[in-house]
Nanobody, 123 residues
Framework: QVQLVESGGGSVQAGGSLRLSCAAS????????MGWYRQAPGNERELVAR???????NYADPVKGRFTISRDSAKKTVYLQMNSLKVEDTAVYYC?????????????????WGQGTLVTVSS
Protein backbone atom coordinates (compact mmCIF):
# COMPACT_ATOMS: atom_id res chain seq x y z
CA GLN A 1 0.00 0.00 0.00
CA VAL A 2 1.20 3.44 -0.95
CA GLN A 3 -0.36 6.58 0.43
CA LEU A 4 -0.02 10.06 -1.02
CA VAL A 5 -0.87 13.12 1.01
CA GLU A 6 -1.20 16.40 -0.83
CA SER A 7 -1.28 19.89 0.60
CA GLY A 8 -0.96 23.50 -0.46
CA GLY A 9 -3.95 24.18 -2.66
CA GLY A 10 -6.17 27.19 -2.19
CA SER A 11 -7.41 30.41 -3.71
CA VAL A 12 -5.22 33.16 -5.08
CA GLN A 13 -5.53 36.14 -7.36
CA ALA A 14 -4.03 36.12 -10.83
CA GLY A 15 -0.32 36.80 -10.67
CA GLY A 16 0.01 35.16 -7.27
CA SER A 17 1.85 32.06 -6.17
CA LEU A 18 1.10 28.75 -4.51
CA ARG A 19 3.23 25.77 -3.55
CA LEU A 20 1.87 22.24 -3.62
CA SER A 21 3.42 19.33 -1.72
CA CYS A 22 2.88 15.59 -2.00
CA ALA A 23 4.40 13.12 0.43
CA ALA A 24 4.48 9.40 -0.32
CA SER A 25 4.52 6.74 2.35
CA UNK A 26 4.24 2.95 2.61
CA UNK A 27 6.46 -0.01 1.76
CA UNK A 28 8.10 1.80 -1.12
CA UNK A 29 11.20 0.14 -2.50
CA UNK A 30 11.99 2.78 -5.09
CA UNK A 31 10.39 5.71 -6.88
CA UNK A 32 10.82 6.07 -10.63
CA UNK A 33 8.83 9.24 -11.21
CA MET A 34 6.81 11.83 -9.34
CA GLY A 35 4.59 14.36 -10.99
CA TRP A 36 1.59 16.63 -10.99
CA TYR A 37 -1.47 16.47 -13.19
CA ARG A 38 -4.51 18.72 -13.24
CA GLN A 39 -8.11 18.51 -14.29
CA ALA A 40 -10.31 21.52 -14.92
CA PRO A 41 -14.11 21.20 -15.10
CA GLY A 42 -15.15 19.64 -18.37
CA ASN A 43 -11.58 18.80 -19.32
CA GLU A 44 -9.50 15.65 -19.24
CA ARG A 45 -6.71 15.21 -16.73
CA GLU A 46 -3.46 16.56 -18.15
CA LEU A 47 0.19 16.47 -17.22
CA VAL A 48 1.54 19.60 -15.55
CA ALA A 49 5.08 18.55 -14.62
CA ARG A 50 6.97 15.34 -13.95
CA UNK A 51 10.41 14.48 -12.59
CA UNK A 52 11.86 11.05 -13.33
CA UNK A 53 14.84 8.96 -12.24
CA UNK A 54 17.99 10.85 -13.18
CA UNK A 55 16.14 14.11 -12.53
CA UNK A 56 14.71 14.32 -16.05
CA UNK A 57 11.95 16.95 -15.92
CA ASN A 58 9.03 17.57 -18.25
CA TYR A 59 6.67 20.54 -18.18
CA ALA A 60 3.48 21.15 -20.06
CA ASP A 61 3.88 24.06 -22.45
CA PRO A 62 1.29 26.30 -20.69
CA VAL A 63 3.27 26.25 -17.42
CA LYS A 64 6.85 26.48 -18.70
CA GLY A 65 8.68 29.38 -17.11
CA ARG A 66 6.04 29.78 -14.38
CA PHE A 67 5.96 26.44 -12.55
CA THR A 68 8.87 24.57 -11.01
CA ILE A 69 8.79 20.94 -9.90
CA SER A 70 11.26 19.63 -7.36
CA ARG A 71 11.75 16.42 -5.43
CA ASP A 72 13.18 15.49 -2.05
CA SER A 73 14.11 11.83 -2.43
CA ALA A 74 14.86 11.33 1.25
CA LYS A 75 11.40 12.57 2.21
CA LYS A 76 9.70 10.91 -0.78
CA THR A 77 8.09 14.28 -1.42
CA VAL A 78 7.46 16.23 -4.59
CA TYR A 79 6.75 19.94 -4.75
CA LEU A 80 5.20 22.21 -7.34
CA GLN A 81 6.00 25.89 -7.05
CA MET A 82 3.45 27.82 -9.09
CA ASN A 83 4.19 31.45 -9.86
CA SER A 84 2.45 34.02 -12.05
CA LEU A 85 -0.75 32.05 -11.76
CA LYS A 86 -3.44 32.60 -14.37
CA VAL A 87 -7.18 32.11 -14.24
CA GLU A 88 -6.77 29.20 -16.66
CA ASP A 89 -4.60 27.39 -14.09
CA THR A 90 -7.73 26.81 -12.02
CA ALA A 91 -8.15 23.06 -11.59
CA VAL A 92 -7.88 20.15 -9.22
CA TYR A 93 -4.22 19.17 -9.03
CA TYR A 94 -3.30 15.52 -8.53
CA CYS A 95 -0.01 14.07 -7.41
CA UNK A 96 1.18 10.94 -9.24
CA UNK A 97 3.92 8.56 -8.14
CA UNK A 98 5.31 5.55 -10.02
CA UNK A 99 7.72 3.06 -8.52
CA UNK A 100 8.17 -0.31 -6.83
CA UNK A 101 6.66 -1.48 -3.56
CA UNK A 102 7.54 -4.43 -1.34
CA UNK A 103 4.70 -6.93 -0.96
CA UNK A 104 5.78 -9.80 1.28
CA UNK A 105 8.97 -11.06 -0.32
CA UNK A 106 8.19 -9.61 -3.72
CA UNK A 107 8.75 -6.25 -5.33
CA UNK A 108 5.91 -5.02 -7.50
CA UNK A 109 5.37 -1.98 -9.64
CA UNK A 110 2.81 0.58 -8.55
CA UNK A 111 1.25 3.82 -9.68
CA UNK A 112 -0.62 5.91 -7.14
CA TRP A 113 -2.66 9.10 -7.27
CA GLY A 114 -3.26 11.67 -4.59
CA GLN A 115 -6.73 12.72 -3.54
CA GLY A 116 -6.46 16.00 -5.40
CA THR A 117 -6.16 19.57 -4.18
CA LEU A 118 -8.13 22.47 -5.60
CA VAL A 119 -6.34 25.51 -6.97
CA THR A 120 -8.57 28.48 -7.76
CA VAL A 121 -7.16 31.55 -9.48
CA SER A 122 -9.39 34.61 -9.70
CA SER A 123 -9.02 37.68 -11.87
Amino acid sequence: QVQLVESGGGSVQAGGSLRLSCAASGSISSINAMGWYRQAPGNERELVARVSVGRSINYADPVKGRFTISRDSAKKTVYLQMNSLKVEDTAVYYCNVVGEVVVGTQVRSFESWGQGTLVTVSS
